[in-house]
């Protein structure tokens, strides 16, 4: 056994919305990880540790995106030996933190039944059912993504193949997909010819990825971008199965009510883009 005493316990857990955005895209997981242990080590963030031989910091991730996919909803939960404000922490690991790495929101986990610090194993995982996904083809015409996805939503399945840690395997893209359009929009307004796909994909077991439903369309519809399309994962959350819409997964875990005067502007911290609006947008493609 490890000699010394033991860790300090978690005394209060937080959930942390992060954004993945610009070059950034193109960090690993592994090496977004460290960076968010360097940030909470400048920001002076009491985290706690695990015991054993190698302790390591209290640090976990929920559905992260792949490397060279942006993102304006990733999420972590970090666990604390002292209770600290949400906001000073949201303000002070942002700060420490890379430009395209910025934290949007923090909000404390509710405490157990027993009054403990311990989330329900797989309460928050399980609320991530759904993935809004923003997808740019340069090069694309309107009506060429337009034709593929009507074919693709009309398809009643289409497997693709891809390389797995067990494998190469086949599975159903389609059935994963709740919805599937065309932004013309956006495709408008952007700065090049393009065509802006947007899609609500269910999370599953295997993973449905964009590049899988990208293989779908070109199994149905030939459709081929000329260069790397550009993936921006807008949100990720409980799906309405109705509106199709994503709901807050920080929702249940948030404070009701909010300060008046100063110090609500203190808790909400400074105004970011949201997921959809232009300037988010713009900050995911440069």
Known sequence: ??????????????????????????????????????????????????????????????????????????????????????????????AALPPGLDIVDVVPVRAGSDGSAQPKPGAFTDRLEASEWRIRLEGVSSDDAAAAVAAFM???SIEVERLTKKGRRRFDVRAAVHSCELDRRAARAADAPCAILRMVVRHSTPAVRPDDILTGLRQVADLAPPSPPLVTRLAQGPLDADTGGLADPLDPDREIGLPSGDDAETARGPQRPQPGDPASADAVSA
Do not use: C, N
């Open 1 to 94: 056994m490890p000699e010394g005493p033991a860790p300090a316990p978690v005394t209060q857990r937080l959930r942390v919305r992060y954004t993945k955005r610009g070059r950034l895209r193109f960090t690993s997981h592994r090496d977004i990880s460290r960076a968010v242990e360097r940030a909470v080590r400048r920001a002076g963030i009491p985290v706690a540790f695990s015991g054993g031989f190698t302790p390591h910091p209290k640090i976990s991730y929920a559905g992260a995106a792949a490397t060279g996919v942006a993102s304006e909803a990733e999420y972590l939960e970090i666990g604390l030996t002292e209770t600290r404000d949400p906001a000073r922490v949201r303000a002070d690991l942002d």
């Open 154 to 156: 009309d398809a009643g």
